[in-house]
């Protein structure tokens, strides 16, 4: 069945970095764009960036530019998050979502509605 499973959160100093991972079973990714979005304590889910399937464009919300990181690794039909320079602002449930739009639009890519399959997402804390 179609699945979407996020991994790699967990707890972080401010500065600190991790990798998120976003492993999907029974579709190809690489025939998807993906999104990864956070939902912090209070707050409405944000879309973070954007991959294309094809020519693998981003797009990334101003907040994370300069220090988050989107990749794919096709053989292994998983989708990498590279945050560094975490800060307390970072701290949310991360999730990723993929879409058959198979590039990321510009004026849709943040918006939730806007894909057909989500994770169950992992937490990130940032904390001294």
């Known amino acids: 069945q179609v699945q979407l499973v996020e991994s790699g959160g967990g707890l972080v100093q401010p500065g600190g970095s991790l990798r998120l991972s976003c492993a999907a079973s029974?579709?190809?990714?690489?025939?998807?764009?993906i999104g990864w979005f956070r939902q912090a304590p209070g707050k409405e889910r944000e879309g973070v960036l954007c991959?294309?399937?094809?020519?693998?464009?981003?797009y990334y919300v101003d907040s994370v530019k300069g220090r988050s990181t989107i990749s794919r690794d096709n053989a292994k039909n998983t989708v990498y998050l590279q945050m560094n320079s975490l800060k307390p602002e970072d701290m949310a449930v991360y999730y990723c979502?993929?879409?058959?739009?198979?590039?990321?639009?510009?004026?849709?890519?943040?918006?939730?509605?806007?894909?057909?399959?989500w994770g169950q997402g992992t937490q990130v804390t940032v904390s001294s």
């Open positions: 029974g579709f190809t990714l690489d025939d998807y764009a």
């Open positions: 991959i294309s399937s094809s020519d693998g464009s981003t």
């Open positions: 979502a993929a879409t058959l739009s198979r590039y990321c639009d510009g004026s849709s890519w943040y918006r939730w509605m806007t894909y057909d399959y």
